[in-house]
């Protein structure tokens, strides 16, 4: 185990980049820095502040699981901290399989504060029975270092539950308790009108198979300040690059597409930084939409949110913490955001906000972890340390080609033409030598694997 000689305990905390990280676009949209969806940031970074007190000390790992990584994880950390989403799903079933192969060779604690299972709204786990080896396999490797196993909301204890494990916490997730026990939120009391300023959000699938996209629309023809801020890498790539690759680019009735009358009015957003995002949205009235995390990001910011929840994994979190919501499958195709403003009480979301943060803090206790609301500064140093960083504003589309709008973007992609070419050249000399390597790709073709889509979509004539 880690020396602990001057009494600060080191925590490895799985997340795709530390809260002081300031990373520029280009690169954060090369590395994936949020893994796919910008709203897993907002539970890493709110567990790295909860966690980080004056006798312990956080470490980002990074989203990527190396099980050779174990021995020195043993060697150099007291505690592996792994903050997920809805990690038992089919498609996250070969992560969790590396990460149960890690813990299983790791010898410090292992804490995993809130997990969720993902399914329909209503809470049919059959589609989840293939990978229960799996998430068995990962759960009991948790509580084999761990005294119990945080998650998210009813459905996920219960699913857990009914495979026979009892050290099973429901918590929520850490992302609301970013601020410790406070949590206000001002909603005025007259109705929203045509003036409002209003953020919604929405994943490709609540668009392609329910009728947000059409909310969308109506809302955007109704309310001319509304504003979409869209979460995947996808929808980051389409505003800053233009780049259709994605299959996700089959979706043009969300704004993040260049057709969408939306991005050619700069009315779409994409962040990097839980930090902007949250800044940003203390400025709008209401926020709306699919998206858990985009809405709890309006939540902590102060400005009413309701979810449209069209899973699990979001009706479980709006039901512990009494967020307001309705079902998205319900929802007609003229929802106005009045009248959800209008019905949603956030009192019962106050109010229980102390007794679920109480409950959160026992179950760090329990797996003996401080935080920084009981045996910290209320996270001042935290707060102090992120207000001194500039971080890159959201994302917004790129709708112009003027040296203003391409100068940072070539700058970036002839950065990595140049590390391209020093890395052909080493490898030149290294066959000249007779090195037995592996055929590689010249300079060229790699080089226009990374600048070449980007830079002909920039180019080609807007439709």
């Known amino acids: 185990m880690a020396s602990n000689v001057n009494h600060v305990k080191r925590i490895l905390l799985r997340s795709g980049k530390s809260p002081y990280d300031v990373v520029p676009v280009e690169r954060a949209l090369h590395e994936d820095v949020f893994a796919t969806n910008s709203g897993n940031l907002i539970f890493s970074d709110a567990a790295h502040k909860i966690l980080e007190t004056p006798r312990s000390e956080v470490v980002s790992n990074g989203i990527a699981t190396r099980v050779a990584d174990a021995d020195r994880i043993n060697s150099e950390y007291d505690v592996f901290v792994i903050p997920l989403a809805n990690a038992f799903r089919p498609s996250f079933e070969r992560q969790l399989e590396r990460l149960t192969q890690l813990i299983s060779k790791l010898k410090i604690p292992v804490v995993v504060p809130g997990v ?3 399914t329909g709204v209503d809470y049919t786990a059959d589609r989840l029975r293939p990978m229960q080896p799996t998430v068995y396999a990962f759960v009991s490797a ?4 761990s005294a119990s196993i945080g998650v998210r909301g009813e459905f ?6 009914d495979m026979g494990f009892r050290d099973v916490d429901v918590i929520g997730c850490p992302s ?41 629309r109506r809302t955007h023809a109704h309310y001319p300040h509304l504003r979409f801020i869209g979460q995947n890498l996808s929808d980051a790539r389409q505003l800053h690059w233009r780049d259709l690759s994605h299959q996700n680019a089959s979706v043009t009735a969300i704004p993040t597409h260049p057709d969408h009358p939306m991005y050619g009015e700069d009315k779409v957003r994409v962040y990097i930084d839980p930090v902007t995002w949250m800044d940003d949205l203390r400025g709008f009235d209401f926020s709306f939409g ?25 009706l479980e979190l709006c039901r512990y913490f009494d967020i307001p919501h309705r079902m998205l499958a319900e929802a007609p195709s003229d929802l106005d955001p009045a009248e959800l403003y209008a019905e949603a009480d956030f009192e019962p979301l106050t109010r229980g906000h102390r007794e679920r943060f109480d409950r959160f803090t026992n179950f760090l206790d329990k797996n003996g972890l401080e935080n920084t609301f009981t045996h910290g500064d209320d996270g001042a140093a935290f707060e102090a340390r992120m207000s001194k960083l500039a971080f890159p504003a959201g994302i917004r589309p790129w709708t112009g080609a003027g040296a203003a709008t391409m100068g940072d973007r070539l700058n970036w992609l002839q950065s990595q033409l140049t590390e391209l070419t020093a890395k052909n050249t080493q490898l030149q000399r290294k066959l000249a030598k007779g090195s037995a ?5 010249s300079t060229y073709q790699r080089a226009r694997s990374v600048v070449g889509r980007p830079i002909k979509r920039a180019l080609r004539p807007s439709r």
Do not use: W
């Open 437 to 441: 390597l592996p055929a590689q790709r």
């Open 116 to 118: 969720g299972a993902q």
């Open 176 to 216: 609301m308790f970013l601020n410790g026990s406070k949590l206000d939120i001002r909603k005025s009391r007259r109705p929203l009108g045509p003036e409002a300023r209003i953020a919604v959000n929405g994943s490709h699938d609540a668009v392609r198979k329910h009728k947000l996209g059409q909310i969308i």
């Open 290 to 314: 699919s998206r858990i995390h985009g809405n709890i990001a309006a939540l902590l910011a102060g400005t009413p949110a309701t979810v449209l929840c069209g899973d699990s994994r979001t």
């Open 156 to 161: 996920t204890e219960r699913y857990l539950r």
């Open 142 to 145: 948790v509580l084999d270092h």
